[in-house]
């Protein structure tokens, strides 16, 4: 294809983790995505530490006060306090932790049941290609939010239900697009040389199918982790997510949502924080997906 | 001569059904393949030619089990593919091989060339991280590639060798027989014929069978022994390299040959008899001779009765009512 290719193609084979480094400092966009993605991790995880208040701490004289750049606010509540005088950035710092997790692990959920559906379905066809395609015309009828509504309220409020229900009901969206990969995929020849070498189906479908297709699903899922968050505020907000003492960032924001003519800051520092993460994923996502593409690696 | 044939297909068929919506009554078959029988000697190369759609790649799908034949019997080497366990068939596999037409779908883009060639090693053998990698650099040498393409992706190269990959990927397990579907049509000119001489230089040094696919006669005529001319789904005449060009006995066969251009001017004394009109719809075939809308010849019994392939010559089969002979050509 490119001459300078063929030039160092000689080279040898480099541990795949400081290969993945190399190519990672080499695109801007993913070294800013590994930035965000690995700040936000820390802070999530160092939050005790790094949190100036207690989050759930009420302060009912300093309600609705302004963030220190404003008229009115102080150094104390770098970002303002709230309705019941709690302090937004502490908030925020413990509510990436809830957040991070429930988006992320539901993702990683949905994206595991999903792609192995699509993978298995696309391949072999037949009849449990038709009962998995029919369940999954039938999980899309349903609400999204009405069905995450229902099993929790059969199961019960709580954080890992949270993650498994939001898991569940999101697989179907992985499984078709990546079924509808396979199924153009199956027919190349290179799936052909393979059945005909007699390599295994399970080979075929691991070794052939699922490095060929997990770049589209990258580009879902990393897109998909900011509605998860946004719907675990959702289902929050109608008390059937996170239970209070917890905090996330779904539920700061639509916590201040009342307050958004009168005290802006209360739910645009967690949406700021929702997009910021959101990006840096979607950025760590792209860079992710083109380093799988050989032919984009230069 | 008297040894018993490395390939023996008897009677193969294979339809696929053609039927739009589901609520149709009446189902309409495509038959790709339609009663194809034929035998193949151990070391022999058989070329088979015709139109694009005639159903020559079907057949070579056929054989290596890439698609399950509606009907008919493959025996090789006197033993039925289709009758045996899945888990024997997928052993048995490792015999037979095929070689793609188009050499940018017939190799994973994710993989490189090394676990390509390694990977019917992979399936069959198991064999130690270094005896694997020598393996794969004597393939690579085998086929022509430089050795310092190991670690590399298959986009990194041109159709010729990717070509080649496929080719090292197919004779890896030394297989008996290999299915060439039309190994050469995808590639450049100047490509080809370097190709095509590797193929029959692998062929004699690993005493390899053939069954070369492909839609002209010039590449068939370069590596075959036997050649197979196919119209519609079936064989219409089978014989020797030498007797096809000379004496072909088919009209379609002699619409073939005279398809094929003459470089010297001085030399195209003969009136062209070019093929007119196009391959009929295969899922309406027409009655009697599938060839007789576009035959010359044709009288009236060859819309009526299909005709028999029977052997006309010694080793010369042939599908045709109204056989040429010597006396219609010169």
Known sequence: MSRSLSMHGTAKKNSKMKRWMKLLFRSKTGTVGLFIVVSIVLVAILAPWLAPHEPQTIDPVNTHKPPMWMEG??????????????????????????????????????????????????????????????????FLAIPNILLALVMLGVFGPGLLTLILVLGVTNWVQYARIIRSEVLSIKERDFIRAAKSIGVKHRHIIFSHLYPNVISSFIVVATLSVASTIILESSLSFLGLGIQ???????????????????????????????????????????????????RTVK | MSQNPLLEVRGLKKSFDVTKGFLKK???????????????????????????????????????????????????????????????????????????????????PRKRVFDIIAEPLRTHLALSKAELKQDVL?????????????????????GGQRQRVGIARAIALRPKLIICDEPVSALDVS??????????????????????????????????????????????????????????????????????????????????????????????????????????????????????????????????????????KE
């Open chain 2, 138 to 158: 004597h393939l690579m040498e085998l086929v022509g590639l430089n050795r310092s393409y190991l670690y590399r992706y298959p986009h990194e190269f041109s």
């Open chain 1, 73 to 138: 606010g102080d150094r104390s509540n770098i970002l303002g306090t709230d309705n019941l005088g709690r302090d937004i950035l502490s908030r925020i710092i413990y509510g990436s932790q809830v957040s991070l997790l429930v988006g992320i692990s539901s993702v990683v959920l949905a994206g595991v049941i999903g792609v192995l559906v699509g993978l298995f379905t696309g391949y072999f066809g037949g009849f449990l290609d038709t009962f998995f395609m029919r369940l999954a015309d039938s």
């Open chain 2, 191 to 328: 490509i080809q014929s370097q190709i095509l001489n590797l193929l029959k230089k692998l062929q004699k040094e690993l005493q390899l069978t053939y069954l070369f696919i492909a839609h002209g006669l010039p590449a068939v005529k370069h590596v075959s022994d036997r050649i197979a001319v196919m119209y519609l789904g079936k064989i219409v005449e089978l014989t020797t390299k030498e007797k096809l060009f000379m004496n072909p006995m088919h009209p379609y066969t002699e619409g073939l040959l005279s398809a094929i251009p003459i470089p010297d001017p001085t030399e195209r004394k003969e009136q062209r008899k070019l093929l007119e009109g196009d391959i009929p719809d295969p899922v309406n075939p027409p009655a009697g001779c599938k060839f007789h809308p576009r035959c010359p010849y044709k009288t009236e019994i060859c819309s009526r009765i299909e005709p028999e392939f029977t052997e006309k010559e010694v080793g010369h089969f042939v599908a045709c009512h109204h056989p040429l002979g010597k006396e219609n």
């Open chain 1, 244 to 294: 209070p003492p917890q905090v996330s960032w779904g539920t700061i924001l639509s916590d201040g949502r009342d307050y958004l003519a009168t005290s802006w800051w209360l739910a645009t520092f967690p949406g700021l924080a929702i997009t910021i993460s959101v990006l840096g994923i979607i950025f760590l996502g792209d860079w992710l997906r083109d380093i799988l593409d050989p």
């Open chain 2, 26 to 108: 009446e189902k309409h078959y495509l038959y790709a393949v339609n009663d194809v029988s034929f035998t193949l000697k151990k070391g022999e190369v058989l070329g088979i030619v015709g139109e694009s759609g005639c159903g020559k790649s079907t057949l070579g799908n056929l054989i290596v089990h890439l698609h399950e034949p509606t009907a008919g019997e493959i025996l090789f080497e006197g033993i039925s593919l289709l009758d045996l366990p899945a888990e024997q068939l997928r052993r048995r596999r490792a015999d037979i091989q095929i070689i793609f037409q188009d050499p940018f779908s017939s190799l994973n």
